[in-house]
């Protein structure tokens, strides 16, 4: 598979391997009749976590969250890492949150102070990190209170993004730390039993380890406009031909972001292709898309391929 990378300049990007001690998630399978409220009390217990699933897949459903038959929905799930000897907190969140700045948050997280290292063998919750678009009707103090439960202030989840821009609107990308997202134990169960049946092999739950840190880095770099370092990064992904449905759905929509970026509006057009190709019902928000983004979408939607590699 080839994935043309824009020649900016003399720029070379290395796209830096990052590992998890276990993949986040499970893909679900959408049956007839099925909506977003019904998986998130099967899955977590609570209706709650159904915002945070539609956000997760870059759905828009309607209001009711009906799924269509057959549709791939990831879920969300925060992980857990058992802390080793000398490992920190800015290591942990060099390595799972996409910046070694963000092991203050990552010890407060966990209720822990950020000024004494973990210990040894003790198990530190990792957040499922959200890429979530405002919209215009939408404020910082409305996402924290949905998403963080009041824990954290809006001053928290601006430093957590590393950005000190007095206001916030339409379009702005924000990444918020989900620790609530964890699936109840008869569902743990049930999924433990389901993999139990056909172990996959070292390398691939390599991949898949890796895939879920990457796509941390994807979001990551949207958020901060390294648009290059998204293809770079896109570019390894796809390359195995290992990633789960939804986990290539979404590295494709972050490479077709970044084309348009670039100018390039019929890779970005080639691109959405492949990502409808394995999900037919895709849709992009009008409403916390550019109006560039959604033009290339909707072009590419007058056809579509085969899924497979981009040229």
């Known amino acids: 598979m080839r994935i043309r990378i824009p020649c900016i300049g003399a720029m070379l990007v290395c796209a830096a391997c990052l590992f998890t001690e276990e993949a986040a998630g499970w893909v679900h399978v959408a049956r007839a ?9 099967r899955y977590y217990g609570s209706r709650d976590i159904s915002i945070a699933i539609r956000a997760a897949n870059g759905f828009m459903h309607p209001d009711d969250g009906r799924l269509l038959q057959g549709e791939r929905v990831e879920l969300p799930e925060m992980i857990y890492h058992e802390v080793k000897d000398d490992e920190e907190w800015d290591q942990l969140a060099d390595r799972y949150l996409g910046s070694p700045k963000r092991g203050r948050f990552l010890a407060e997280l966990n209720g822990l102070s950020p000024d004494e290292n973990p210990a040894p063998g003790k198990i530190v ?17 409305s996402i924290a209170r949905i998403f963080l439960q009041g824990k954290h202030s809006v001053k928290w989840l601006k430093e957590y993004n590393f950005k000190k821009k007095k206001k916030w609107g339409r379009g702005d990308p924000l990444l918020v730390p989900l620790m609530n997202v964890e699936f109840t134990q008869k569902e743990k169960k049930r999924i433990e039993e389901i993999r139990g049946g056909g172990s996959p092999s070292a390398e691939d739950q390599q991949v898949q380890v890796d895939a879920v840190a990457q796509m941390t880095k994807l979001r990551e770099s949207f958020a901060q406009g390294k648009y290059v370092l998204i293809v770079a990064t896109a570019h390894r992904l796809l390359g195995t031909g290992k990633l789960t449905v939804p986990q290539q759905i979404g590295v494709y929509k972050y490479l077709a972001f970044a084309y348009v970026a670039f100018g390039d509006m019929a890779q970005a057009r080639e691109t959405f292709r492949h990502a409808l190709a394995l999900q ?3 849709e992009l928000s009008p409403i916390t898309t550019s109006p560039k983004i959604l033009k290339a979408f909707r072009d590419a939607k007058k056809g579509i391929v085969s899924p497979g590699g981009i040229k």
């Open 33 to 41: 009749g099925e909506n977003l409220d019904e998986l998130s009390s």
């Open 280 to 282: 037919p019902g895709m």
């Open 125 to 141: 919750k990792i957040p499922y990190q959200l890429l979530y678009v405002l919209a215009p009707d939408e404020s910082l103090k």
